[in-house]
T-cell receptor
Framework: AQKVTQAQTEISVVEKEDVTLDCVYETRDTTYYLFWYKQPPSGELVFLIRRNSFDEQNEISGRYPWNFQKSTSSFNFTITASQVVDSAVYFCARISNFGNEKLTFGTGTRLTIIP | GAVVSQHPSWVICKSGTSVKIECRSLDFQATTMFWYRQFPKQSLMLMATSNEGSKATYEQGVEKDKFLINHASLTLSTLTVTSAHPEDSSFYIC??????????FGPGTRLTVT
């Protein structure tokens, strides 16, 4: 299985600080997609970011600038000016572009924003 | 668009009974639906993949006779936990896919077996 690794198990930061969540993935594919999801205490997965392997240009989606480095197989994203409502578990995931490939999740990073 | 619902959102049942969880795609037709299980403080683990009108494909280690999946239409898949036991208590999440890679997730169902 092609793994997704989130080395940070838990992070706590003070409100309004920026925080970067790390994700490293394994892939044998040339074409794949990467995702970040947020899971608040309610449990529902909230889609945040999608990046395909074609485009290495880093962008900003609202408060979430991300950093995709294909050479190091990393897909990190930053929450800028963190808020208490950002407290949640964040999952990184990848999927190949082929047929019935399964979505592989990382182990998650629990983020706590301290007011 | 691309809304997936699950029913019930939470359920408590007694050990030995069966529980059915529904997953519906509300505004699109899903050729494939996925069922995930998530234990507390763990990641999502894929249980099975179901395609409309055919048998589900189960992941290694998932008992197909215990977790019955039916995908009778392009908008509905059901997961039945048969003879539930306390160790089946978990958060069950479904997702639906039209084609390609994009999956849309339901809000999840929290199952507690007493």
């Amino acid at each position: 299985a092609q793994k997704v690794t989130q080395a940070q198990t838990e992070i706590s930061v003070v409100e309004k600080e920026d925080v970067t969540l790390d994700c490293v993935y394994e892939t044998r594919d040339t074409t794949y997609y990467l995702f970040w999801y947020k899971q608040p205490p309610s449990g529902e997965l909230v889609f945040l970011i999608r990046r395909n392997s074609f485009d290495e240009q880093n962008e900003i989606s609202g408060r979430y600038p991300w950093n995709f480095q294909k050479s190091t197989s990393s897909f990190n994203f930053t929450i800028t000016a963190s808020q208490v409502v950002d407290s949640a578990v964040y999952f990184c995931a990848r999927i190949s572009n082929f047929g019935n490939e399964k979505l592989t999740f990382g182990t998650g990073t629990r983020l706590t924003i301290i007011p | 668009g691309a809304v997936v619902s699950q029913h019930p959102s939470w359920v408590i049942c007694k050990s030995g009974t069966s529980v059915k969880i529904e997953c519906r795609s509300l505004d699109f037709q899903a050729t494939t639906m996925f069922w995930y299980r998530q234990f507390p403080k763990q990641s999502l683990m894929l249980m099975a993949t179901s395609n409309e009108g055919s048998k589900a494909t189960y992941e290694q280690g998932v008992e197909k006779d215990k977790f019955l999946i039916n995908h009778a239409s392009l908008t509905l898949s059901t997961l039945t936990v048969t003879s539930a036991h306390p160790e089946d208590s978990s958060f069950y999440i479904c997702s639906a896919r039209v084609w390609g890679y994009e999956q849309y997730f339901g809000p999840g169902t929290r199952l507690t077996v007493t």
